[in-house]
């Protein structure tokens, strides 16, 4: 016999008489003890388990709405593909939706508004006190109008600067007038500008676009002009009342309510005397006071 032969023959004879070693360790797995956890396991209710699903299930949709927009922002920036860039916009949509659901839950119930006109240092100014509110004034009208504004900004004089406000307006109903003038007229009114005090640069009691005001007017030249420039106009609110300031004593009722409001300037001598009235009385009481 050669001395492959006997070698292989050696080989054969050692697998067929060696033990198998995983037949032994199977057939005595179940012999073991299960082993105990090292920490004690506590069985939920069912509306407890439930609930602790849902919360684990929100808790990861937090995660990726609060990783997504640097993810938008990476992957934007890694490729520069337009989808990378649509990404991101949404990102910064996302973003930018949720600054402004928090400023508007901020300024709730806040009368002050932000669309103001920003002054130049130059711009020629009258100031608050300049004259002094009475209901008098009102035989002084030569036009009262409801009417909504549709745009403001700033009339420059020869040298550059700023000396009016001016209002586009659309004329919702004609209450009272001195001369004709059509109900769908679109007309300019004009006012001095009055500055906010302190370090703000605006107009203090500046109309705003989109609102719709009570106005008595007077004919100055070619335009008209806010009747008193130094106080809030009456304003039309969103539930079909009137905001108005105290100094209309005639008008205050036992259905009138005190409007919180922030002042719009050191000089704000009306933002806590802003009152308003949902009955529908307020227009024809008001009109009384300028026959």
């Excluded at 020629?124 to 004259?131: C, F, G, K, Q, R």
């Excluded at 209450?175 to 007309?187: M, N, P, R, T, V």
């Excluded at 100094?247 to 009722?253: A, C, P, V």
Aim: hydrophobic share 35%; with cysteine.
């Amino acid at each position: 016999m050669d001395e492959k032969r006997f070698e292989q023959d050696y080989r054969d004879w050692k697998r067929q008489t060696a033990p198998d070693l995983w037949d032994r360790i199977e057939g005595r797995l179940n012999d073991c003890p299960k082993r105990e956890s090292q920490l004690p396991t506590v069985k939920l209710p069912t509306h407890k388990r439930w609930r602790y699903r849902w919360a684990a299930g929100i808790a990861a949709v937090l995660c990726i709405a609060a990783l997504a927009p640097g993810l938008y922002q990476k992957r934007a920036i890694l490729n520069g593909s337009e989808s990378g860039l649509q990404e991101t916009t949404y990102a910064a949509m996302v973003e930018e939706t949720t600054l402004a659901s928090e400023f508007h839950e901020e300024a709730e119930g806040v009368m002050r508004t932000n669309c103001r006109l920003i002054l130049p240092q130059d711009a020629l100014t009258v100031p608050a006190d300049s004259a002094y509110f009475s209901q008098e004034i009102l035989f002084d009208a030569e036009l009262v109008c409801t009417a909504t504004v549709e745009d403001a900004s700033l009339e420059y004089d020869t040298q550059g600067r700023a000396n009016r406000v001016v209002y586009q307006l659309v004329l919702d109903q004609i209450h009272d007038a001195q001369d004709y003038i059509a109900k769908a007229s679109q007309i300019t009114v004009k006012s001095p500008i009055v500055r906010a005090e302190g370090d703000e640069a605006w107009v203090l009691y500046q109309m705003q676009a989109g609102k719709t005001y009570l106005l008595p007017l007077k004919k100055q030249k070619e335009s008209w002009e806010l009747l008193y420039p130094f106080a809030p106009q009456i304003q039309l609110t969103d539930t079909q009342g009137y905001l108005f300031h105290s100094g209309y004593t005639s008008l205050i009722n036992e259905t009138t309510q005190v409007v919180a409001r922030e002042p719009e300037g050191k000089n704000d001598y009306f933002y806590d005397r802003m009152l308003v009235r949902e009955d529908e009385y307020f227009l024809s009481d008001f009109l009384k006071l300028i026959q």
